[in-house]
Protein backbone atom coordinates (compact mmCIF):
# COMPACT_ATOMS: atom_id res chain seq x y z
CA UNK A 1 0.00 0.00 0.00
CA UNK A 2 1.46 3.13 -0.85
CA UNK A 3 1.34 6.92 -2.74
CA UNK A 4 3.47 8.68 -4.01
CA UNK A 5 4.33 11.54 -6.22
CA UNK A 6 6.03 9.77 -9.15
CA UNK A 7 6.54 13.99 -10.83
CA UNK A 8 4.88 17.12 -10.69
CA UNK A 9 2.43 16.21 -12.78
CA UNK A 10 1.39 12.89 -11.37
CA UNK A 11 0.10 11.14 -8.06
CA UNK A 12 0.04 7.49 -8.11
CA UNK A 13 -2.07 5.20 -5.34
CA UNK A 14 -2.19 1.99 -4.56
CA UNK A 15 -3.99 -0.28 -1.87
CA UNK A 16 -4.26 -4.05 -1.77
CA UNK A 17 -7.66 -5.78 -1.38
CA UNK A 18 -7.82 -6.73 2.19
CA UNK A 19 -4.12 -5.14 2.95
CA UNK A 20 -2.75 -8.15 0.99
CA UNK A 21 1.14 -8.57 0.44
CA UNK A 22 0.49 -8.99 -3.26
CA UNK A 23 -1.73 -6.46 -5.07
CA UNK A 24 -3.59 -7.66 -8.52
CA UNK A 25 -3.37 -4.33 -9.70
CA UNK A 26 0.08 -3.64 -11.41
CA UNK A 27 0.78 -0.08 -13.14
CA UNK A 28 3.37 1.43 -15.15
CA UNK A 29 4.23 4.75 -16.16
CA UNK A 30 7.24 6.35 -18.09
CA UNK A 31 6.96 9.69 -19.55
CA UNK A 32 9.63 12.06 -21.13
CA UNK A 33 9.20 15.34 -22.85
CA UNK A 34 7.34 14.37 -25.85
CA UNK A 35 4.82 12.22 -24.04
CA UNK A 36 3.65 9.85 -22.14
CA UNK A 37 2.94 6.35 -21.88
CA UNK A 38 0.47 4.98 -18.62
CA UNK A 39 -0.61 1.63 -18.28
CA UNK A 40 -3.00 0.42 -15.67
CA UNK A 41 -3.72 -3.94 -15.53
CA UNK A 42 -5.95 -5.22 -13.12
CA UNK A 43 -5.55 -9.28 -12.73
CA UNK A 44 -8.49 -11.12 -12.32
CA UNK A 45 -9.29 -12.11 -8.63
CA UNK A 46 -6.71 -10.66 -5.85
CA UNK A 47 -3.32 -11.89 -4.62
CA UNK A 48 -0.46 -13.55 -6.04
CA UNK A 49 -1.90 -15.12 -9.01
CA UNK A 50 -3.84 -12.10 -10.26
CA UNK A 51 -0.68 -10.07 -8.91
CA UNK A 52 1.57 -12.42 -11.80
CA UNK A 53 -1.29 -11.62 -14.63
CA UNK A 54 -1.19 -8.05 -14.35
CA UNK A 55 2.50 -8.32 -14.25
CA UNK A 56 3.03 -10.17 -17.33
CA UNK A 57 0.88 -8.01 -19.02
CA UNK A 58 2.92 -4.85 -17.45
CA UNK A 59 6.30 -6.61 -18.34
CA UNK A 60 5.58 -7.61 -22.39
CA UNK A 61 4.67 -3.88 -22.70
CA UNK A 62 7.70 -2.44 -20.99
CA UNK A 63 9.91 -4.77 -23.51
CA UNK A 64 9.05 -1.94 -26.03
CA UNK A 65 7.22 0.65 -25.42
CA UNK A 66 7.26 2.72 -28.90
CA UNK A 67 5.00 0.09 -30.77
CA UNK A 68 1.44 0.75 -31.51
CA UNK A 69 -0.84 0.71 -28.46
CA UNK A 70 -2.98 -2.05 -30.35
CA UNK A 71 -0.02 -4.13 -30.80
CA UNK A 72 1.23 -3.47 -27.12
CA UNK A 73 -1.97 -4.43 -26.10
CA UNK A 74 -1.53 -7.97 -28.27
CA UNK A 75 1.71 -8.32 -26.66
CA UNK A 76 -0.16 -8.21 -23.68
CA UNK A 77 -2.85 -10.85 -24.05
CA UNK A 78 -0.28 -13.20 -25.32
CA UNK A 79 1.72 -12.74 -22.41
CA UNK A 80 -1.45 -13.84 -19.84
CA UNK A 81 -2.19 -16.95 -22.08
CA UNK A 82 -1.46 -19.83 -19.05
CA UNK A 83 -2.09 -17.13 -16.61
CA UNK A 84 -5.19 -15.24 -15.00
CA UNK A 85 -6.70 -12.76 -17.15
CA UNK A 86 -6.67 -9.12 -16.90
CA UNK A 87 -8.20 -5.80 -17.55
CA UNK A 88 -6.28 -3.31 -18.74
CA UNK A 89 -5.83 0.05 -20.40
CA UNK A 90 -3.20 1.68 -22.28
CA UNK A 91 -3.05 5.68 -22.50
CA UNK A 92 0.00 7.31 -24.47
CA UNK A 93 -0.11 10.81 -25.13
CA UNK A 94 1.65 13.59 -28.11
CA UNK A 95 2.41 16.76 -25.89
CA UNK A 96 3.20 18.15 -29.72
CA UNK A 97 0.02 17.51 -30.77
CA UNK A 98 -2.09 17.19 -27.78
CA UNK A 99 -3.68 14.23 -28.58
CA UNK A 100 -4.27 11.26 -26.07
CA UNK A 101 -4.10 7.40 -27.50
CA UNK A 102 -6.47 4.93 -25.55
CA UNK A 103 -7.18 1.44 -25.70
CA UNK A 104 -7.80 -1.17 -23.42
CA UNK A 105 -9.97 -4.69 -22.53
CA UNK A 106 -12.30 -4.63 -19.45
CA UNK A 107 -13.00 -2.46 -16.63
CA UNK A 108 -10.23 0.44 -16.22
CA UNK A 109 -11.72 3.40 -16.70
CA UNK A 110 -9.86 6.58 -17.91
CA UNK A 111 -11.59 10.25 -17.42
CA UNK A 112 -9.94 13.19 -19.05
CA UNK A 113 -11.02 16.77 -20.22
CA UNK A 114 -11.14 17.34 -24.06
CA UNK A 115 -10.21 20.20 -26.06
CA UNK A 116 -13.97 21.34 -26.26
CA UNK A 117 -14.17 21.37 -22.52
CA UNK A 118 -16.01 17.71 -21.96
CA UNK A 119 -15.64 14.95 -20.16
CA UNK A 120 -14.12 12.70 -22.08
CA UNK A 121 -14.62 8.54 -20.91
CA UNK A 122 -13.37 6.60 -23.43
CA UNK A 123 -15.30 2.80 -23.12
CA UNK A 124 -12.52 -0.43 -23.33
CA UNK A 125 -13.71 -3.71 -25.64
CA UNK A 126 -15.64 -5.25 -22.98
CA UNK A 127 -13.99 -8.73 -21.73
CA UNK A 128 -10.69 -9.25 -20.30
CA UNK A 129 -7.03 -10.15 -22.19
CA UNK A 130 -7.14 -14.13 -21.72
CA UNK A 131 -4.64 -15.13 -24.19
CA UNK A 132 -7.06 -15.28 -26.97
CA UNK A 133 -7.03 -13.33 -30.34
CA UNK A 134 -9.13 -10.06 -30.27
CA UNK A 135 -9.48 -6.87 -31.94
CA UNK A 136 -8.86 -3.48 -30.44
CA UNK A 137 -9.53 -0.41 -30.95
CA UNK A 138 -7.32 2.66 -30.95
CA UNK A 139 -9.56 5.82 -29.94
CA UNK A 140 -8.07 9.29 -30.02
CA UNK A 141 -9.01 12.40 -28.54
CA UNK A 142 -7.69 15.85 -28.23
CA UNK A 143 -6.79 17.19 -24.22
CA UNK A 144 -6.98 20.27 -22.48
CA UNK A 145 -3.63 21.77 -21.55
CA UNK A 146 -3.55 22.11 -17.94
CA UNK A 147 -6.23 19.72 -17.42
CA UNK A 148 -6.58 16.90 -15.28
CA UNK A 149 -7.14 13.17 -16.15
CA UNK A 150 -7.63 10.17 -13.93
CA UNK A 151 -7.22 6.02 -14.42
CA UNK A 152 -8.25 3.59 -12.11
CA UNK A 153 -9.51 0.43 -11.54
CA UNK A 154 -12.37 -0.64 -10.96
CA UNK A 155 -11.36 -0.75 -7.17
CA UNK A 156 -12.30 3.01 -6.78
CA UNK A 157 -15.60 4.42 -6.86
CA UNK A 158 -15.19 7.74 -8.07
CA UNK A 159 -18.51 10.23 -7.46
CA UNK A 160 -18.68 14.03 -9.37
CA UNK A 161 -15.10 13.28 -11.61
CA UNK A 162 -15.65 16.25 -13.14
CA UNK A 163 -15.79 17.84 -10.09
CA UNK A 164 -12.69 16.57 -8.81
CA UNK A 165 -11.28 16.72 -12.53
CA UNK A 166 -11.82 20.41 -12.68
CA UNK A 167 -10.40 21.22 -9.42
CA UNK A 168 -7.48 23.90 -9.39
CA UNK A 169 -5.48 21.92 -6.37
CA UNK A 170 -2.19 20.06 -7.66
CA UNK A 171 -2.62 16.99 -8.18
CA UNK A 172 -0.83 16.21 -4.89
CA UNK A 173 -3.48 17.76 -3.03
CA UNK A 174 -6.35 16.21 -5.10
CA UNK A 175 -5.27 12.79 -4.67
CA UNK A 176 -5.00 13.16 -0.97
CA UNK A 177 -8.68 14.74 -1.05
CA UNK A 178 -9.26 11.46 -3.85
CA UNK A 179 -7.48 8.93 -1.10
CA UNK A 180 -9.49 9.76 1.74
CA UNK A 181 -12.72 8.09 0.33
CA UNK A 182 -11.33 4.98 -0.35
CA UNK A 183 -11.23 2.37 2.41
CA UNK A 184 -8.52 1.44 4.86
CA UNK A 185 -9.17 -1.82 4.54
CA UNK A 186 -10.53 -2.44 0.57
CA UNK A 187 -12.56 -4.68 -0.26
CA UNK A 188 -10.98 -5.11 -4.15
CA UNK A 189 -7.52 -3.92 -5.17
CA UNK A 190 -7.31 -0.05 -5.60
CA UNK A 191 -5.45 1.69 -8.14
CA UNK A 192 -5.38 5.35 -9.39
CA UNK A 193 -3.22 7.46 -11.25
CA UNK A 194 -4.40 11.13 -10.71
CA UNK A 195 -2.55 13.89 -13.61
CA UNK A 196 -2.32 16.98 -15.26
CA UNK A 197 -1.09 17.74 -18.98
CA UNK A 198 1.30 20.38 -19.42
CA UNK A 199 -0.01 23.59 -20.93
MN1 LIG B 1 -10.39 -4.98 -9.55
Given at each position: MHNT????NLFAFQRSKALQQYCGDVYFTHEDETGFLYVLSDGLGSGIEANRAARATIDAIK??????LTLMLEKANQAVSGLRGAAIAIIKADYLTKTIYYTGMGNIRFYMIGSEDKLVFPLSGSGFLSGRKQKYRLQTYKYKPGSKFILHSDGLVLSRVRNNLESQMCVTKLGHLIEQAILDIPSDDVTFLLGQFPD
Open positions: VESNEDIHID
